[in-house]
């Protein structure tokens, strides 16, 4: 019976120990369990924070996207332009001759022409009143047939002393003495007509005339006008009726042309171009204004008008360059610009230099490769940096 009960109590002990040992098994597994369901826990918030955070952004990008402007856009490529430079200028006579008084002057008796004749070289102008100058003419052509009258009667007096040289009645000093008399009245004759020359051209220079055939630009002079060689000019002509455009060009555009290369000059009240050509182009620019002048050469017509103003259209070659409507080109203080399609859809600016204006809109001469997308319209709305919808404008 002791036997029996020292087993059992030996049973008993090792069925509670493993019972012990079971029960600290499945606390470790609860733990386990426990730790994992905490974990899991924690990653489902994790997440949930993550999403309730993103969400917001979410949604205000897409608030942002589907606020975004709505834009044309145009990709412009590159052209092949004809090169122009147009310029503003100021119409003249191309060889502009003011003509005065080249004589001593006097009193205007007549005026023989108006502004607009034409006028061929040497056509008296004007006539200075010569009364006073006559006279002087007439006397002096009087001294003249004195001082010959008084050469011929030393002529006969030194022939008639040479017969009688022979003779003995006439000495060889009386023979030296008349023959010097001979000679002087000879030498006055000639100090007469020269005198006489002198009043003769003087009289003639009493009429202005023209100095070239041209046409008459202006009169600046009346009958009974009293003139004198400071009296500066009395007319004005162009000789041959040919006129220019002095046009002023900015140091670049003056460089990229030069003499012979044709031109349309437009004068300003006047629908009818003329052509002409570039015959000068100035050597100098003015460093005040940084501009120089291109000298176009045109034939005459009624509507060139000196003094006038005008615009000129001058071809200087090709170019190959991009070229886009008027409504894609802003400016501002800065100048020129125009916006483009950048990174991630935001609005660029893009400063440009323009050129000339050509059918198809505005050639852009820098700034522009050709290939970016440009705003077409409704640039003046944007920001730099601005979200925008690109649609390309067919």
């Given amino acids: 019976m002791n036997y029996d009960s020292r087993i059992a109590a030996e049973d008993q002990a090792e069925i509670d120990s493993a019972t012990t040992l079971l029960g600290d098994v499945e606390e470790e597994r609860r733990s386990r369990r426990k730790l994992w369901l905490i974990g899991l826990a924690v990653a489902a918030l994790v997440v949930a924070i993550w999403f309730w955070l993103n969400r917001g952004k979410a949604a205000d990008d897409g608030a942002k996207a589907n606020q975004a402007p ?9 052209v092949t332009v004809d090169g122009t430079i147009n ?4 119409l003249a006579a191309r060889r502009e ?15 023989l022409v108006e502004p607009g004749q034409w006028v061929r070289a040497g056509q008296v102008l004007a006539v200075i009143d010569r009364s006073v100058q006559t006279q ?4 002096q052509a009087a001294q003249v047939e004195v001082a010959r009258a008084n050469a011929n009667l030393a002529q006969a007096n030194l022939d008639r002393a040479q017969q009688l040289v022979n003779r003995g009645f006439v000495s060889k000093a ?43 630009l202006e009169r600046r002079v009346e009958p009974g006008q009293v003139v004198s060689g400071g009296s500066g000019v009395l007319f004005r002509l162009a000789k041959g009726g040919e006129m220019e455009l002095r046009a002023l060009l900015g140091e670049t555009d003056l460089a990229a042309i030069s003499t012979g290369i044709s031109a349309n000059v437009t004068p300003v009240g006047s629908e009818r171009s003329f052509s002409g050509q570039v015959w000068q182009v100035a050597p100098v620019i003015d460093p005040q204004t940084r501009q120089g002048i291109a000298r176009v050469a045109l034939a005459y017509a009624p509507e060139l008008r000196p003094g006038g103003f005008a615009t000129v259209t001058i071809k200087a070659g090709t170019m190959v ?8 080109i802003l400016s501002d ?14 609005a660029e600016r893009r400063d440009v230099k323009t050129g000339p204006i050509v059918p198809g809109g505005v050639v852009v001469t820098e700034g522009l490769s050709g290939t970016e997308q440009v705003v077409l319209r409704a640039g003046g709305f944007l920001q730099p ?6 649609v390309v404008a067919k």
């Fill in 333 to 346: 203080t800065k100048g020129s610009f125009v916006y483009l399609v950048g990174k991630d859809k935001k």
């Fill in 174 to 216: 009386d023979i030296d003495r008349l023959t010097a008399t001979r000679d002087a009245a000879v030498a006055q004759v000639r100090v007469a007509g020269a005198q006489l020359g002198v009043l003769n051209a003087q009289v003639r220079r009493l009429n202005v005339v023209a100095p070239a055939a041209g046409l008459v």
């Fill in 97 to 111: 001759m003011p003509v005065g008084v080249p004589g001593e002057g006097g009193q205007i008796v007549s005026v």
């Fill in 385 to 390: 940096g601005e979200t925008i919808k690109p």
């Fill in 321 to 328: 360059a991009p070229v886009l409507p008027e409504s894609a």
């Fill in 136 to 139: 002087q003419q007439a006397s």
């Fill in 87 to 90: 310029a503003n200028g100021t």
């Fill in 70 to 78: 709505v834009v044309s856009v145009v990709v412009p490529g590159k």
